[in-house]
Nanobody, 118 residues
Framework: QVQLVESGGGLVQPGGSLRLSCAAS????????MGWYRQAPGKQRELVAT???????NYAGSVKGRFTISRENAKNTVYLQMTSLHHEDTTVYYC????????????WGQGTQVPVSS
């Protein structure tokens, strides 16, 4: 069982930057594929970025070039550096941990709110 706790959310102005953190406990996540997702009210949860155990990354088109996902296995932590934030990035961001590409289950954090507003 993996517990994920997100932090770093909060109000930010358009054009600003924010770094989200996801701290994992209960298991060593170094072999997991980690990801960030987001979900606005009334909408489906959507992928923001993922990073494999080997460090390969994948981004949604809407955030490519603005967001960077990274991991620090020694701290069992994954980060999402967000820059040039838009109003449209306002939503709740969730951390995800998937044990392997072949598993059908994954773990979720409780989410952290990111309001982008002037």
């Amino acid at each position: 069982q993996v517990q994920l706790v997100e932090s770093g959310g909060g109000l930010v102005q358009p054009g600003g930057s924010l770094r989200l953190s996801c701290a994992a406990s209960g298991s060593i996540i170094s072999i997991y594929t980690m990801g960030w997702y987001r979900q606005a009210p009334g909408k489906q949860r959507e992928l923001v970025a993922t990073i494999t155990a080997g460090g390969s990354t994948n981004y949604a088109g809407s955030v490519k070039g603005r967001f960077t996902i990274s991991r620090e296995n020694a701290k069992n932590t994954v980060y999402l550096q967000m820059t040039s934030l838009h109003h449209e990035d306002t939503t709740v961001y969730y951390c995800n941990a998937k044990p392997s590409p072949f598993t059908t289950y994954s773990y979720w954090g409780q989410g952290t709110q990111v309001p982008v507003s002037s």
